[in-house]
């Protein structure tokens, strides 16, 4: 139709993963794409707690300045909303443009352009080091909130860091499917976000999603949306 549909990613590799969700892949996205060039960052990392996770400003489109309140509410996202759900916490720190990468810290990049069709971010590990990227121009283009793609590579990077969990379910008619771990695929859509301090942040689900036992409440996602 020549109409590309964008989203957002565990990895470039995007319809390998829908398929293993049991959704349909975005046909956008091709899985032969290349994989990414490597960041500057360590080519070995231990998933210790606590993580720190440093969003790397390398964007024209936004100032340090305009960063600083994103990274502070995701920061009360992990901390005060994510953690108590998914048991894994994280510092998440800023790093301004021209700064160096704290040794050890997972970088999620904030850049313009995306370098994948159809993606507005994705997390991956192909350097051996989780990292991410956040596409902020093409988000801004495409009427996207890239606060909320952030939130959601920042949730999906902790929870499976190195994009290999996966859980055993069922289909809408019984039969067993397997689903990656991406936690906020579900409910990714701008609309179904929720504000801290004035910043968008991405909805996430809870363990019950994916066939764990209910322990929230009756509640599948973090807003009740699902």
Known sequence: SGVTTFCRLASPCGSFFAALAGTPA??????ALPA??????????????????????Q??????AQVTPVVAAIQTQVTRDFAPVWAVDAKIIQVNKGATIPANAWPIYLLD?????GALGYHDDSTGVPYGRVFVKT????????????????????ADPFIISLTLGKDSYGRPRI?????????????????????KVSDFVYPAWFGSPNRAGGKFDHMGHI
């Open 139 to 158: 988000d801004m283009d495409n009427s996207a909130i890239w606060s909320v793609t952030l939130s959601h590579e920042v949730l999906e990077l902790l």
């Open 179 to 199: 689903y990656a771990l991406e936690v906020c695929d579900a409910p990714e859509a701008d609309q179904f976000g929720y504000d801290i301090n004035g910043v």
């Open 113 to 117: 352009t995306s370098d994948t069709d």
């Open 26 to 31: 975005n046909p956008a996205v091709s899985p």
């Open 36 to 57: 990414p060039k490597a960041p500057a960052t360590p080519t070995t990392s231990s998933w210790s707690p606590p993580v720190t996770v440093a969003i790397v400003n």
């Open 59 to 64: 964007c024209s489109v936004l100032t340090d």
